[in-house]
C-alpha cells in the first residue's frame, strides 16, 4: 500500500473517532464569559458538556494561542489511531542531545532502551516526556517530518482549522508561537482524544511504573496533571508550560454522572509551580450549573 493510501486509512480512522466531536462544533459560540465563573485568569478559556459538546462558557474562543505541551495530545491521538501499540520501539540516542538542546521536560529514557509504543505513552501522557515524543514520532512518521505532517493532517480532518503543529512535543521551536491553536480546538481535540479507551486510560493515572524488562531499564513516571488526585472526578487531560504559552491546561471531570471538559491558556504561574486554580474555578462553576 503506498503512502498516500496509508495516511488516507489513517485518517478515514480518525474522522470516526472524532466524529461525535465534530458534530457539536459549531455551538462553539453560543456562551458569553458575563454568566460565567469568577476570578478566572486565564487569557483564554473554555468549557463544555462532555457528552454532547455544548458549550457552557468561554472567554477568547477562537484565538490562536501557543498550547505548550498539550501538543502532545495530539501526538498520543496520531499514535493510537495508527495502532500496533505492541510494537518495540528502540529511544534513539539523538533524544538526550535533543531534551539538553531545548531543556525539554522528559521521562529519563535511556537511548537504546526498548519500549513498546504503549509503554512510551504513559512516558509522553503522564511526565510530558519529550524524549517519548520524540521516539513515538520518528517510529510513527516514519521520521520526524512526515509525523508533523501527519498531525496537521489529522487537525484539519477533525476540523481544528485554527491549529498549526510545528513540532511534536509543544517545544518553542522555530519560534513561540509556531505551534498554536484555540480554545475551541483544543475542546474538539480532548473531546476526540478521550473517546479512545487507550488514552482516556493513561491519562488517569496519577503514576505509572515499569519494572526494568529484557531490553529496557526501570521506570517510574509520575503524572503532572495538578487536579489528578487533588479535585475529585478530575480524569485527565493534560498540562503544559512554556515561558509564551503560560500554564496551559486540558482537562476533564466528572461529578454524579455528569463530564465537563475544559481548557484554559495563559494562566498565572511558572514551569516549577502548576496552577490549577483557573480549572477548578471553571469545574465549580460548571457542576453548580448542572
Wanted: aromatic share 8%.
Amino acid at each position: 500500500m503506498g503512502t498516500m493510501a496509508r495516511l488516507t486509512g489513517f485518517l478515514a480512522g480518525a474522522a470516526l473517532a472524532a466524529s461525535a466531536a465534530l458534530a457539536v462544533a459549531p455551538a462553539a459560540s453560543a456562551a458569553t464569559a458575563a454568566s460565567g465563573p469568577s476570578g478566572v485568569a486565564a487569557k483564554a478559556a473554555a468549557v463544555e458538556n462532555a457528552a454532547n459538546g455544548k458549550l457552557l462558557w468561554s472567554r477568547e474562543l477562537d484565538t490562536e494561542r501557543p498550547m505548550a505541551s498539550i501538543t502532545k495530545v495530539m501526538t498520543a491521538f496520531v499514535v493510537i489511531r495508527a495502532g500496533s501499540l505492541n510494537r518495540e520501539i528502540t529511544v534513539p540516542y539523538a533524544v538526550v542531545a535533543y531534551v539538553r538542546e531545548h531543556n525539554a521536560s522528559n521521562a529519563g529514557l535511556r537511548p537504546g532502551d526498548r519500549l513498546t509504543a504503549g509503554q512510551l505513552l504513559y512516558a509522553l501522557l503522564l511526565p510530558s516526556g519529550a524524549d517519548a515524543a520524540y521516539a513515538l514520532a520518528e517510529a510513527y512518521g516514519p521520521g520526524l517530518t512526515a509525523f508533523i505532517a501527519k498531525m496537521n493532517a489529522t487537525a484539519r480532518l477533525l476540523g481544528m482549522t485554527r491549529t498549526h503543529f510545528s513540532n511534536f512535543d509543544g517545544l518553542p521551536y522555530p519560534t513561540s508561537y509556531s505551534t498554536y491553536s484555540t480554545a475551541a480546538n483544543l475542546l474538539t481535540l480532548g473531546r476526540a482524544a478521550m473517546l479512545l479507551p487507550v488514552f482516556r486510560s493513561v491519562v488517569d493515572q496519577r503514576s505509572h511504573s515499569l519494572a526494568a524488562g529484557s531490553g529496557h531499564h526501570a521506570y517510574l513516571w509520575k503524572n503532572l496533571n495538578p487536579l489528578l488526585g487533588h479535585y475529585p472526578g478530575a480524569i485527565g487531560i493534560k498540562p503544559g508550560y512554556t515561558g509564551a504559552a503560560g500554564q496551559c491546561l486540558l482537562f476533564e471531570a466528572t461529578r454524579n454522572g455528569y463530564f465537563v471538559i475544559g481548557v484554559t491558556l495563559d494562566s498565572p504561574g511558572s514551569i516549577s509551580t502548576p496552577n490549577p486554580a483557573d480549572a477548578i474555578r471553571i469545574l465549580n462553576w460548571a457542576f453548580s450549573q448542572h
